[in-house]
């Protein structure tokens, strides 16, 4: 009967992961809209760390079905990898519980080395990207040039569309790049193998989200990134090639407005970023390094270091009027406890003059990059609190500056915080409602 959707409201590795695996207990359908084995989901659960890249973090429950939509961009390598991890600690990944969409474009090996030498060609502009070949596939089935999902219902020739794209990247590699080109047979008869192994997996995924909808279930619709790595609303060109947002959603999996009941935007309580662009709350000091190696802000995907900085509420009212929040979910309350005092970004200011009100309520997107440059976060200092606050399940018994951070953010972004993460354990967290 309705559509939830799960979105991060910052540069992503908000938590995401952790909040649809809450959210799934009530769904029959969760279902990922956007990007690739770009993003990386971790899960706790049953005494198992997983680090999920393409299968929905549902996955763990029977009850629901996953799908991988069709604004997906699917790397089949990573993602039958994945499936034989889950399926060796016992988790069903059969075509009956993991469906596919017939509309996801399929990454090829040469995507993912033009994506490496994109980069390493840009030098210090690089975007610093997470080289999974995001950026060129998306621009190819833009192109309307790419192999979809689909087209693995018949293997052969399908490997043989894989074989021509690999020559046309093959060409760009060589000629553009001066690199060494891939072998268009190997990844012909890799794919093959792939096509036989996923074709069982594939369905209409805008038929399956409809029938669903309209039998009156819920659809648990799953993010990937953050509001601020959208392709059309974030810090441009230090995004990803997908739509992250709520809109994202459906035209990601194919479903009408009417539908959605709830978004809900995944904060953490300070704010990380991996790769290259702007940052205006980035701490370059001690406290930096501190809330990195207490969050363990390292990537889930490629293992580097996360820049770390405080809260920045301009972000999230920007998120929140983009994507149309309706509640928060906050994670990582408990990597704050110990410092002294706390900041948050009220606003932005150049030249020390807030310019435009309506420019330093929101975050100015649209006026790129380089505008960005000039200007800096104004700060509101809050109290902090020394209490370990991993055991505490209710919001009335956390420490009282942890009380009022938590106020500070719902009064100035205006949206209810609904679920607080106070440890990695799946139990370590306070529900304000009764489903997550
Ligand atoms: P791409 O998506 O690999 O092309 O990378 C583009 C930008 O998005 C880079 O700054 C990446 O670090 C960032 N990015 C992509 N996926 C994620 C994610 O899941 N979490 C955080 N950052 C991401």
Redesign the pocket.
Known sequence: MSAIIVVGAQ???EGKGRVVDGLAREAQLVARFN?GD???HTVVAEGHTLKLHLVPSGILYQTATCLIGAGVVVNPEQLTAEMDELAAIGVDVGPAHLKLSAAAHIILPTHRAL?GAREEARGQTA??????G??PVYADKAARVNPRAGDMINPEQFAEQVADRVRAHNRRLKEQYGLETLSPQQAAARYCEYARRLAPHLVDGSALVGETLAAGRTVLCEG???ML?DLDHGTYP????SSVTSGGALTGLGFGPQHVSRVVGVVKAYTT?????PFLTELLDETGEQIREAGNEY???TGRPRRCGWLDLVILRYAARINGLDELALTKLDVLSGLERLKVAVAYERDGERVQPSVAKYFPAEFGVEALAEWKPVYEELPGWAEDITGVRARADLPAAAQEYVARIEELVDAPVTFIGVGPEREQAIRMTNDQ
Request: aromatic share 6%.
């Open positions: 540069w992503g590795d990007g770009n993003a990386g994506d975007l610093g990207t997470t080289k999974r995001i950026g990937a990134q953050g790595l230090y995004v990803t090639s970023r991996v790769g290259t662009g990537g889930t995907t």
